[in-house]
């Protein structure tokens, strides 16, 4: 009697074993957040140089979205899950973004290519063509809808702003970070390549210039800034605003940025190597001509001046400021502050020593657009004329 209870009795206690430990597995296995689960490829997936393919077959009613990545703390890794500061960008591949999110699936056929990996900061004139000319042959397959680039925030708004100048397509290109590493505690970099998608994506995106999107809002690449060192909510369009929100998966546009961009501008870059060379030049108080002459001296054709309140340039550095204009530098007054509008003609005479004003771009975004206008010509009058129209 007893050994035939045996058998069923072993039988019944394995299997309520197995009901009980079963859904503890599979609940354990999805609370590792997804950018530590992915670590592994980390060291088995070198960059690939070329084309990723779509992991999944294309679902004939969602999107075609082309992901390039370029590097940046939304590819970075650091050592525990509570290094938010000192970890390494640019360290996962482009199929391990694709990978991390597997929602992505839900709203549009991805495909992946590692167009670069670097922090933003070594961003160089080369890199930024060579984006630029790749985004172009991708939007200019018909079958693809948009683009997504992955960038670090550091320089992210640069490369906007420059795409935003010379991408020759009205099909959405949006450029989106990450404050934290992929391996961090609430990484944001998820959430924010699934809504990067989701704009590139939708319809409404179409149009209206190249924008940046983190921590749920959408930007104009010409009026967004990063504002803080750290903050998820460093992405900040000052004076300007928001142009909208995203949520569950669509975008929600409230306005336009509305300077002319993208197909409307002049600026060419499929056959350039090189861009003219145009240095910014820092104003403080005390300020010294040593800086100025040193950019020049170094081939800068173009400076930008970042200078104090309305670009106001000091006596100290003034001469040194004309001379340069007189020999055909082109001088380019900003301001410092990082919002508001340079007024021509107001703190300088910009008309009589040559200057041009850079309105309210900030010094960085200000280069980017002094540099394409030298493509085209070097008549500050025109050049000035770009300033007010892009
Ligand atoms: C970088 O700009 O590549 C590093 C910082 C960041 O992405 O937030």
Avoid: C, W
């Avoid at 670097?118 to 890199?127: P, R």
């Avoid at 007189?326 to 009589?352: L, P």
């Amino acid at each position: 009697m007893r050994k035939k209870l045996f058998i069923p009795s072993v039988l019944a206690a394995l299997t309520l074993g197995l009901l009980l430990i079963l859904p503890v597995m599979a609940s354990r296995s999805q609370s590792i957040p997804q950018a530590m689960a992915i670590a592994p490829v980390i060291a088995q997936s070198p960059a690939p140089a070329t084309p990723t393919a779509s992991p999944s077959l294309p679902n004939a009613s969602l999107p075609n979205v082309i992901l390039l990545a370029t590097g940046g703390t939304i590819a970075g890794t650091g050592a525990t899950s509570t290094t938010t500061v000192g970890y390494q960008a640019a360290k996962l591949p482009v199929e391990s973004l694709i990978s991390a999110v597997p929602e992505l699936k839900n709203i549009a056929n991805i495909t992946g290519e590692q167009v670069l990996q670097i922090a933003s900061e070594d961003m160089t004139v080369e890199g930024l063509l060579k984006i630029a000319k790749r985004v172009n042959e991708v939007l200019a397959q018909p079958d693809v809808s948009g683009v997504v680039i992955t960038h670090g925030t550091d320089t992210l708004e640069e490369t906007a702003y420059f795409l935003n100048l010379v991408t020759k397509s009205e099909k959405p290109v949006v450029v989106v970070g990450s404050m934290r590493p992929a391996t961090a505690l609430s990484a944001d970099g998820p959430l924010n390549l699934y809504n990067a998608v989701a704009i590139a994506g939708s319809p409404e995106s179409v149009g209206k210039g190249v924008f940046v999107s983190l921590n749920d809002q959408i930007s104009a690449a010409r009026e967004v800034t990063k504002t803080n060192t750290t903050s998820l909510n460093t992405f900040q369009a000052h004076d300007m605003g928001y142009l909208g929100y995203v949520e569950l998966g669509k975008p929600y546009f409230y306005r336009t940025s509305m300077r002319k961009h993208t197909v409307a501008t002049p600026f060419e870059v499929g056959t350039l190597t090189t861009l003219p060379q145009v240095d910014i030049v820092y104003a403080y108080g005390s300020n010294r001509p040593a800086m100025l002459n040193a950019a020049i001296a170094d081939g800068a054709k173009g400076i930008v001046y970042a200078g104090v309140g309305d670009g106001s340039i000091s006596v100290q550095l003034e001469p040194a400021a004309i001379a340069a204009s007189k020999k055909g530098i082109i001088i380019a007054r900003s301001s410092r502050t990082g919002s508001g509008r340079v007024v021509r003609n107001g703190e300088e005479k910009d008309d009589e020593n040559g200057f041009i004003v850079a309105d309210n771009l900030t010094p960085q975004k200000a280069r980017l657009l002094l540099m394409l206008g030298m493509t085209i010509t070097s008549d500050p009058q025109k050049l000035q004329e770009m300033f007010y129209t892009y």
